[in-house]
């Protein structure tokens, strides 16, 4: 057997998880105290240490990339739970807007826990509060010749652990859903 995440042309080592502090870059100092967050936003792991890289573009080479080059900076702001990631991409092909969302369509619509927004609807956290769902958006900026994506997720509610109730449902025979939260509970 395989492994079909080896390999790669790329300056990224292969994904290895860690459960060991010591194996893991150093962030720098980051406060934990609920004041040093209040109306701050503050970058992290920055310049290409950042340890989910390496899943990032081994995930990329799985999709196809032949070569893999990004730059992921996370941001830390004050609120306790979500995740509101905006990637951008070179606009390969025709360009046309209506297309790329045909594609995400495609990939998506039959994801129960992926929803791509009506057009010109951005995600926010609070759409996804409490739940295992992806509020996603994608457009074209042909002024920069590039792709937007838009991505907000609750990180309490779509991780690993909800990854493992689907796949124990699925492996179970249950219905995939079963015990996994679909609807926001923000206000």
């Not at 990329?60 to 990004?70: D, H, I, N, P, Y």
């Not at 900076?73 to 209506?98: E, F, H, K, Q």
């Not at 074209?140 to 590039?146: C, L, N, P, Q």
């Amino acid at each position: 057997m395989t492994n079909p995440y080896s390999g790669g042309n790329d300056d990224f080592p292969r994904y290895e998880p860690t459960n060991h502090p010591e194996d893991r870059p150093d962030y720098g100092q980051l406060p934990s105290y609920g004041g040093a967050h209040e109306g701050n936003a503050q970058g992290y792991a920055m310049a290409g240490v950042h340890r989910h890289i390496p899943e990032i573009a081994q995930n990329f080479r799985v999709a196809g990339a032949t070569e893999v080059k990004l730059s992921f900076t996370p941001v830390l702001v004050p609120m306790n739970r979500g995740i509101l990631a905006t990637v951008t991409a070179p606009l390969v092909g025709s360009g046309d807007a209506s297309e790329l969302r045909r594609a995400y369509h495609e990939v998506c619509d039959n994801e129960p826990l992926l929803e791509v927004l009506s057009e010109g609807v951005w995600p926010t956290v609070s759409m996804v509060s409490g739940c295992a769902k992806a509020a996603i958006q994608v457009a074209v900026d042909e002024r920069a010749g590039k792709v937007v994506a838009q991505c907000a997720i609750d990180n309490l509610g779509k991780g690993t652990a909800a990854g493992a109730i689907q796949g124990m449902n699925l492996a179970l025979g249950f219905p995939e859903l079963t015990g996994v939260l679909v609807v926001s509970t923000a206000p």
